[in-house]
């Protein structure tokens, strides 16, 4: 599992690294056709100074567009909470009035999530009708 984490931040990086290198490139590019359709070049060094900005600024445009887009899909921000959707969902029984919700925590995972999933337990367990059987909800680890 740690070999596939890896291999994705690798290919992550990789990737961003690409998107740079070919929003430079346009930079380059398209300050060289600006300045030879208008007929004045700045010095070299200034070329250099407003390509490397120009670029940068169009390479943050484009990260920032491209992340609000992932993040405003429906859904999103539930799937992103991952390991803490079952305590979401048994907090959401509890409070229609289900007391006998329980919460499984593995014995190995993220240590607030399990102490998290035991208040809820104790919650539960302080407002449940006496004899009541319980339904269990597993937690499962996220690594």
């Not at 048994?90 to 035991?118: H, T, W, Y």
Request: glycine share 8%; with cysteine; hydrophobic share 55%.
């Amino acid at each position: 599992m740690k070999i596939r984490l890896a291999i994705r931040i690798v290919a992550t990086g990789a990737l961003l690294l690409m998107l740079l290198t070919g929003v430079l490139i346009g930079t380059f590019f398209l300050t060289a056709w600006l300045y030879h359709t208008i007929g004045h070049a700045p010095p070299p060094f200034l070329v250099q100074v407003i390509n490397a900005l120009l670029g940068l600024v169009l390479y943050a445009v484009i990260l920032v567009g491209f992340f609000s887009l992932i993040n405003a899909r429906p859904g999103a921000r539930r799937r992103q909470m991952g390991l803490f959707e079952p305590i979401f969902a048994a907090m959401e029984q509890i409070a229609k009035g289900d007391f006998q919700v329980r919460l499984n925590p593995p014995l190995r995972c993220n240590g607030f999530a399990s102490e998290l999933a035991k208040s809820v337990n104790q919650m539960a367990l302080g407002i449940e009708p006496d004899g009541a059987p319980a339904t269990r909800v597993h937690l499962q680890c996220l690594a």
